[in-house]
C-alpha cells in the first residue's frame, strides 16, 4: 500500500478518535450519549488508566484519556495534518528515542515522587512522543517506498 | 516454522495483565497493546531465526491476534476480579450517570429508558451474583474493539521496524 494511503487512513481513524476523547464535552446534556458514554468509556480504558487525578477537565467535564494520552493523540493529529504538505526525509529514530526517554521520566519521576504529577508536564511528553511518532512510522514506510533493494 | 499463535497469545496476555489488573493498570497507556503486537511479530521472527521481510498481511494477522488475545484475557481478568470484588468501575459510575440522565428530560425516552434498565439490571447482576453475562460481552465487545485496532496499527509499526532492522543487519 502507498504510504500516502496509509496516511489518509490513519488521520480519518485519529480524527474520530480524537473527536470521541472530547465527545463528553461536546455532548454533555444529550441524553442519548448518556447511554453510550459508559460504553465509550470502557473502549477508551483499554488503552488508558482514567485516573481522575490525571484526567483533563473541559467545562466541568472529563475526557476519556489522561493528559498524557491526550498529549500522544493530539501530537499524533497534528503531524497527520502536518504530514499532508511536508514529507519527512530525515532519520527520525534518535527524536522518537529522546521523546520516548522524556515520557519514561516523567512517569517514573511522578510515580516515585520526586516530583508531583503535573498535567501540564503529562500532556507535553506526550506530545512530543506523538509529534515524532508519525514522523517515524511514515519515515519506515517511505523508506520501503524508496528503496527496492530488498529481495522480495 | 513454529506456531504462529504462541508469540501473539503471550504478548496479548502480558497487554491484558497491564490493562485490567488492579494496581499495574495505573501504568497502564496507549502504547501497550501497539508495543505487544510489534514485539509479538518480533518474537515470532526471533524463535525462527528468521530475518525474512515481513509483509502487511503477516503484519495484520499478528496485530489483529494479538489485539483479539487481549481483549479475551482482559475480559477473563474482568469476570474474575468482578466475581472477586462484586463490583467495578462500570458499577461505581452507574449513579452518577442516572442522576444526569434523569435530570436532562422529564418526557420518558422509552427506547433509552430500556437501555438503562439493561445497565441497572446488570450492576444489580455482578452486585449479588459478582457475574452479569450481558456485562461479559458489553466488555469484550468494548475491549476487543479498541484492542483490535491499536494491535492492528501495533503489527504495522512492528513490520516497518523490524523489515528495517533486518535490511540493516544484511548490508
Known sequence: MH?????????????LWCFGIISPVVFHNVKVFLIAKPF??????????????????IGGENIFVCSRCAGIYLGLLLTSIISFFIIPKNKNFNFLLLTFALLLLDVTFSNFKIYNYSKVIALLTGLLLGLTLLQFVLEQLNFFKTQSNYEE | MKNKFISPLVCGFGASVLTVVPGLKEIGCCLI????????LYLYQKSNKSTEKIFSKQAVVFGLLTGIFSA???TLF??????????????????????????????SQNLLDEVFKIYKGMAV????????????IYFFIATSFTSLIFGLIGGLIGMAFINRKNKSNLN
Not at chain 1, 468509556?41 to 483533563?56: D, F, G, L, R, W
Not at chain 2, 497493546?33 to 509479538?40: D, H
Open chain 1, 3 to 15: 504510504p500516502k494511503k496509509y496516511l489518509i487512513i490513519f488521520f480519518i481513524f485519529i480524527c
Open chain 2, 125 to 136: 447482576d455482578i452486585q449479588t451474583r459478582g457475574f452479569s453475562l450481558s456485562y461479559t
Open chain 1, 40 to 57: 465509550l468509556n470502557q473502549v477508551y480504558a483499554t488503552v488508558c488508566h482514567q485516573s481522575p487525578e490525571k484526567i483533563i477537565s
Open chain 2, 72 to 74: 479475551v484475557f482482559a
Open chain 2, 78 to 107: 474482568e469476570i474474575l476480579f468482578t466475581a472477586i470484588f462484586q463490583t467495578n468501575d462500570f458499577v461505581k459510575s452507574l449513579p452518577q450517570v442516572e442522576i444526569a440522565f434523569k435530570s436532562l428530560s422529564i418526557v
Open chain 2, 33 to 40: 497493546i501497539p508495543f505487544a503486537a510489534g514485539l509479538s
